[in-house]
């Protein structure tokens, strides 16, 4: 299995408040992605990373802010939660881009109720 | 308005049975195609990947086909086991979008469940 940390795993909170989930690999990757998954729907991309500090949005991403310090850890931050938010969130990383056969390799999961 | 549509939305099947799961796109220019597994709580795992120039490709007991010009794909899973009882992913990369990380196109999935 890829290297690859989701935290929290679960989180309930209230609308209004802001929110921080983390993803860690271990793999030095260079992209990174934030994904969530809700019943229906495909997996929609949030942001992605492509470097330390090189980040960019993906089809979904008002809301959400991203942020990249180091090679291992991208953190997606809610900075006001809303009940539209509830969903599974997934962190994923490649090696390079996927345009040919790269692989996408997805963590665990972080499964987030804002009430 | 690129899409990726899986059928059936769910199954139910018979251990020791074969089933075809059927994929169709309108992904626009196409890349490669992808079919994921991914067990309930779990993360999305990887079953194969298919460029253009690809028919078949197999991984185990599961075999994907790509046709190109009809723009469809099955995944065929031989001889099911309790374990493939997961929701089936079909992706869809496509070269524009992203300067860097490419378009990946989800699909919603087919949810398989093996009975014994």
């Known amino acids: 299995d890829a290297g690859i940390t989701q935290s929290p795993r679960h989180k309930v909170t209230e609308t209004g408040t802001p929110v921080t989930l983390r993803c860690h690999q271990t793999?030095?990757?260079?992209?990174m992605y934030w994904y969530r998954q809700d019943p229906g729907h495909g997996l929609r991309l949030i942001h992605y990373?492509?470097?330390?500090?090189?980040?960019d949005k993906g089809e979904v991403s008002d809301g959400y802010s991203v942020s990249r310090s180091k090679t291992e850890d991208f953190l997606l931050t809610l900075e006001s939660a809303t009940s539209s938010q509830t969903s599974v969130y997934f962190c994923?990383?490649?090696?390079?881009?996927?345009?040919?056969?790269?692989?996408?390799?997805f963590g665990e999961g972080s499964r987030l109720t804002v009430l | 308005k690129n899409q990726v549509e899986q059928s059936p939305q769910s199954l139910i099947i018979l251990e020791g049975k074969n089933c075809t799961l059927q994929?169709?796109?309108?992904?626009?220019?196409?890349?490669?195609l992808r079919w994921y597994k991914q067990d309930t709580g779990r993360g999305p795992v990887s079953l194969t990947i298919?460029?253009?120039?690809?028919n078949t490709k197999s991984n185990g007991r599961y075999t994907a086909t790509l046709d190109a010009d009809t723009k469809q794909s099955s995944l065929h899973i031989t001889a099911s086991q309790l374990s493939d009882s997961a929701s089936y992913i079909c992706?869809?990369?496509?070269?524009?979008?992203?300067?860097?990380?490419?378009?990946?196109?989800f699909g919603a999935g087919t949810i398989l469940r093996v009975k014994s």
């Open positions: 994923a990383i490649s090696e390079g881009g996927l345009l040919n056969t790269g692989e996408l390799f």
């Open positions: 793999e030095n990757h260079r992209y």
């Open positions: 990373s492509y470097g330390v500090k090189d980040t």
């Open positions: 994929c169709n796109y309108t992904v626009s220019p196409f890349s490669n």
């Open positions: 298919m460029t253009f120039s690809e």
């Open positions: 992706v869809v990369t496509t070269g524009v979008g992203m300067e860097y990380g490419n378009k990946l196109v």
